[in-house]
């Protein structure tokens, strides 16, 4: 039995929510992101984009590519609630769905066929999805998850394709090899000054030069360039928290080395929110007294995931906890209100060196691990202070949705 696997992507998602709210916005160049001259563009409409503005530009270039743009800060809470309306949609009629970020899902419709047809059903999804949310969105459906993301990627806006079983390759070959997911720009740049642009030129390459030249990733490369994607559609749950802390094996009084902890244990939930393409709106801090008492403080802000504002924050939670001057057992620090969202999505108001920044610092923890490269002033901490925070790494609560 073939695997019907359906990609679903919202169009435009920022654009068409701040559209829905507004219809004056309809028709005209949009930019979602910050105002500021050094601020980033998070999303912009089509009609931006013709111009050549992407996201993660620089407003100031944006501006300068389409000057008749229009500029909107984000509503980071209007768009995970339109996120979790059309979440609800699949979740009412669909067998077994993943939400891979804010705007995307998967859905696993194999063996529908047998029954009344998966594309239909996907078809009409697409449809009621649209009518009761008023968002466009975009549907392409095939044997993997890799195909159906590109084809939607190809064939967007308001996509519905299908990717017949065995036409995985030919629909692949012409493209750009930085069509294909996780392809980055260091990879493809360095595809393309050994003369390989397309796929189809990829797929010609032999496994053994492809491992030579980029390790594991090779075979990663060799099985995307084939088509190849066995990765399953992972049953959908909303995490809610994600946390971290450390028993010492001494109580100690040490601010110093406190300090030093909470930065370690920022860093290291940070980059996990990264990873899992979320952001965070509330922070809380927990310290525990050699007489085992408890206590924490939290506080909301924006929607962040990025070290430096988490990091300003745990700081000043600790100063106003730590005020009994008592030996202390237990530090931790949870970051909760989670929403999908990438890096740059919460930076309306960053620069774009700021984002370059932290995508040159994820791409170095997620290759070499995460305590490759550390703030200087965590380089104190203990081994056994950060075996027992990569012991709760997975100490997540989980609701499903």
């Given at each position: 039995m073939d695997r019907n696997i359906i990609h679903f992507d919202l169009d435009a998602f920022f654009v068409a929510v701040e559209r829905r709210k507004n219809k004056k916005l309809e028709g005209i160049p949009l930019i979602v992101g910050g105002s500021s001259r050094r601020g980033v563009v998070a999303a912009c409409s089509y009609e931006a984009r013709r111009f050549g503005v992407h996201?993660?530009?620089p407003m100031y270039l944006a501006l300068q590519l389409c000057p008749d743009a229009k500029v909107i800060s984000?509503?980071?809470e209007s768009y995970s609630e339109a996120s979790h309306q059309?979440?609800?949609i699949i979740a009412d009629a669909a067998p077994q769905f993943e939400k891979s970020s804010i705007d995307e899902f998967y859905v696993d419709a194999s063996g529908m066929d047998k029954y009344f047809g998966a594309f239909k059903w996907a078809v009409e999804l697409q449809k009621k999805i649209t009518k009761e949310s008023g968002l466009p969105i975009s549907m392409?459906?095939?044997?993997?998850k890799l195909v159906s993301k590109v084809a939607t990627g190809e064939f967007k806006p308001v996509a519905t394709k299908r990717i017949a079983a065995g036409d995985e390759q030919g629909f692949l070959s012409p493209l750009a090899v930085d069509k294909i997911p996780m392809i980055g720009k260091q990879t493809s740049s360095f595809l393309y000054d050994m003369g390989v642009r397309t796929v189809g030129t990829l797929r010609e390459m032999p496994l053994k030069f492809l491992t030579s030249a980029f390790g594991k990733n090779g075979i990663s490369l060799w099985n995307k360039a084939h088509g190849i994607d066995e990765s399953p559609v992972v049953s959908y749950s909303e995490q809610k928290s994600i946390s971290t802390e450390s028993t010492f094996e001494e109580d100690t009084i040490d601010v110093k080395r406190l300090k030093s902890?909470?930065?370690a244990m920022v860093e290291k939930v940070s980059f996990q929110l990264r990873e899992q393409k979320k952001l965070a709106s509330c922070i809380t801090v927990k310290i525990r007294y050699s007489n085992f008492d408890t206590e924490t403080k939290q506080v909301h802000i924006a929607y962040t995931s990025s070290d430096h504002v988490i990091l300003r924050v745990v700081q000043e939670l600790f100063d106003k906890l730590y005020n009994r001057r008592m030996l202390i057992r237990l530090v931790g620090v949870r970051l909760s209100n989670l929403v999908h969202g990438n890096h740059q999505i919460d930076l309306f108001n960053?620069?774009?060196?700021?984002i370059n920044l932290y995508e040159a610092i994820d791409t170095i923890k997620h290759k070499h691990g995460v305590e490759k490269l550390?703030?200087?002033t965590t380089i104190g901490v203990s081994r056994r202070v950060r075996m027992e925070m990569n012991m709760f790494k997975g100490k997540v609560s989980r609701?499903?949705?």
């Open positions: 996201s993660a530009m984000g509503d980071m059309v979440t609800n392409a459906m095939s044997v993997n902890i909470l930065i960053d620069t774009a060196e700021t550390v703030r200087a609701a499903v949705a």
